[in-house]
């Protein structure tokens, strides 16, 4: 599957940011969903996963509450909504999507992900 993200950018703490992911070449609905991050100098990790169905949703402790992750299937597209942004938000973004999808399992590791998008870089000014 090919995975395109966008709708970062810049904005200031307390602000808010929509990230996209459009899917093809794959039956988008079979599989989980997630988006990790990666701040300068940090390794990537996990941000927020969605089963197939959009039924299950798993966050990291660091943005339940500010995040919401959702799935449009009849238009192949994962979104992101980001409120109350914060600096230590500031990281490039990317949409992975799982390598095998069952039930309403909505993966967390980066090695049960198959295919990743190119990432989309969002800025938190304070």
């Known amino acids: 599957v090919q995975l395109q993200a966008s709708g970062g950018g810049s904005v200031q703490a307390g602000g808010s940011l929509r990230l996209s992911c459009a899917a093809s070449g794959r039956t988008f609905s079979s599989y989980p969903m997630g988006w990790f991050r990666q701040a300068p100098g940090k390794e990537r990790e996990f941000v927020v996963a969605?089963?197939?169905?959009?039924?299950?949703?798993i966050y990291a402790d660091s943005v339940k509450g500010r995040f919401t992750i959702s799935r449009d299937n009849a238009k192949n597209t994962l979104y992101l909504q980001m409120n109350s942004l914060k600096p230590e938000d500031t990281a490039v973004y990317y949409c992975?999507?799982?390598?095998?999808?069952?039930?309403?399992?909505?993966?967390?590791?980066?090695?049960?992900?198959?295919?990743w998008g190119q990432g989309t870089q969002v800025t938190v000014s304070s």
């Open positions: 969605i089963s197939r169905g959009g039924a299950s949703t």
């Open positions: 992975a999507a799982a390598k095998y999808g069952r039930g309403n399992y909505a993966p967390t590791q980066e090695d049960e992900y198959g295919s």
